[in-house]
């Protein structure tokens, strides 16, 4: 119980100063403390994942962890692209709809191949903020030519999950 609320203390400590929401536009202050704060959340929560006897709290645990393992990456794109002050790259936004886009499809599709009604649910759900993000934020942030290739990339992602949603049932289907 004691690990619980620790792991909720040290996740509440890294959204608020090590690596806040706002740090996926403007970048972090300082990227390699921001990850390992990040990461060392993510694998907590995986790792208590594993003494936690009740189903449903072992489902959110591991939903946190993985999480916080895409929030690091994400950290990472957005650090790494996102240029100077003085002026800011609008690529490291396009590259973390892709990214996300990428990682739901993924998720989506091992989901329905290994019958993973929680990783299935999971991919929606990051594919959905995904679309989310490119029309809240790349629609009114972005110049034009980054804005098309956000709405292309995930478009892309959307086809590509689709299709593959149709193959997998047609297969499950036939066998």
């Known amino acids: 119980m004691f690990s619980v609320v620790f792991l909720g203390l040290a996740a509440l400590h890294t959204v608020v100063d090590e690596a806040p929401p706002g740090s996926l536009v403007d970048g972090v202050v300082d990227l390699p403390v921001a990850v390992t704060a990040v990461l060392c959340v993510g694998i907590a929560a995986l790792l208590v994942s594993q003494l936690v006897e009740l189903v449903d ?16 990456v994400s950290l990472t794109i957005v650090d790494l692209l996102q240029g100077d002050a003085a002026e800011p790259s609008q690529s490291a936004q396009v590259a973390l709809s892709m990214f996300w886009g990428i990682v739901a499809l993924v998720a989506i599709v091992i989901g329905l191949v290994g019958d993973v009604r929680e990783l299935r649910y999971g991919g929606l759900a990051l594919l959905g903020l995904s679309v989310a993000k490119v029309f809240a934020y790349d629609l009114s942030e972005l110049d034009s030519l980054y804005r098309v290739l956000s709405f292309i990339a995930v478009g892309i992602v959307l086809l590509v999950g689709a299709y593959a949603y149709q193959r997998v049932r047609t297969a499950g289907a036939q066998g």
């Open 57 to 72: 709290f072992r489902l959110v645990l591991l939903g946190v962890g993985s999480v916080a393992i895409l929030y690091a």
